[in-house]
T-cell receptor, first 113, second 116 residues
Framework: DAGVTQSPTHLIKTRGQQVTLRCSPK?????VSWYQQALGQGPQFIFQ???????QRGNFPDRFSGHQFPNYSSELNVNALLLGDSALYLC????????????FGPGTRLTVL | AQTVTQSQPEMSVQEAETVTLSCTYD???????LFWYKQPPSRQMILVIR??????QNATENRFSVNFQKAAKSFSLKISDSQLGDTAMYFC?????????????FGKGTKLTVNP
C-alpha cells in the first residue's frame, strides 16, 4: 500500500516564475492538505481540498492556489515566486479530513533564487 | 486563535537514557487533539503519539509517553530508553476535533540528538 507521494523531490526556480507541486494521497484517503515549512520552523497550513473544493485556507496570499482531481490527487500552484517562498512543501492526506488520522508525504524542497 | 509553543530549540541525551520534551499550547476549544510528530533528516513527518483532550489518561506508545496537563495547557513527550534512531526534529501540534477539515497548528520544533 503506497503512502502519500509527492513530486518532484527538489525544485529550483527564479523569482517571478510559477511552480506546480503534486501530491497523491494514501490509498483510501479523499482529503489533501498542504503545508509550508520554512527552514527552522514548524509547518504552516496553506489549504485543504476535499471533494475537489478548497474547504479551508490558512493565511497565505492568492498567489498560492490549488486543485484536486477526481482521483483525489492534488496540485499546489505558486505564482510570481518570491525568495521567501523557498521552503519544504508538505502534503498530508486523510479520510474525510480526519486530522487524527493524517499521513504526510516526504515533501518537495523548493528553492527560489 | 490556537498557538503551540516549544521552548527548547535543541536537546541532547545519551543512548538508553530518558528525555522529556516540553510543549505548551493555547486554545479556546473544549474538544481538541494534541500530537507529537517526528521529522528525521529524511524530512518525512511521522506521527509519534496523539492525545484526545477529553481523555484524562495519558497516551503511551511503546517507549513514548505523554504528560497531558489540561488545566496548565501542557503536553510533554517522554522518550524512554533513547535510541540513535530517535535523533530528529520533534514537533508538537494541535487541532480541533469537531467536524472535518481541521488543520494542524505546529510549534517551532525541538531538535533532539541522541549520542552514543
Amino acid at each position: 500500500d503506497a503512502g502519500v507521494t509527492q513530486s518532484p523531490t527538489h525544485l529550483i526556480k527564479t523569482r517571478g516564475q510559477q511552480v506546480t507541486l503534486r501530491c497523491s494521497p494514501k490509498s483510501g484517503h479523499d482529503t489533501v492538505s498542504w503545508y509550508q515549512q520554512a527552514l527552522g520552523q514548524g509547518p504552516q497550513f496553506i489549504f485543504q481540498y476535499y471533494e475537489e473544493e478548497e474547504r479551508q485556507r490558512g493565511n497565505f496570499p492568492d498567489r498560492f492556489s490549488g486543485h484536486q482531481f477526481p482521483n483525489y490527487s492534488s496540485e499546489l500552484n505558486v505564482n510570481a515566486l518570491l525568495l521567501g517562498d523557498s521552503a519544504l512543501y508538505l502534503c498530508a492526506s486523510s479520510f474525510r479530513g480526519r486530522v487524527n488520522e493524517q499521513f504526510f508525504g516526504p515533501g518537495t524542497r523548493l528553492t527560489v533564487l | 486563535a490556537q498557538t503551540v509553543t516549544q521552548s527548547q530549540p535543541e536537546m541532547s541525551v545519551q543512548e538508553a537514557e530518558t528525555v522529556t520534551l516540553s510543549c505548551t499550547y493555547d486554545t479556546s476549544e473544549s474538544n481538541y487533539y494534541l500530537f507529537w510528530y517526528k521529522q528525521p533528516p529524511s524530512r518525512q513527518m511521522i506521527l509519534v503519539i496523539r492525545q484526545e483532550a477529553y481523555k484524562q489518561q495519558n497516551a503511551t506508545e511503546n517507549r513514548f509517553s505523554v504528560n497531558f496537563q489540561k488545566a496548565a495547557k501542557s503536553f510533554s513527550l517522554k522518550i524512554s530508553d533513547s535510541q540513535l534512531g530517535d535523533t530528529a526534529m520533534y514537533f508538537c501540534a494541535l487541532a480541533r476535533s469537531q467536524g472535518g477539515s481541521e488543520k494542524l497548528v505546529f510549534g517551532k520544533g525541538t531538535k533532539l540528538t541522541v549520542n552514543p
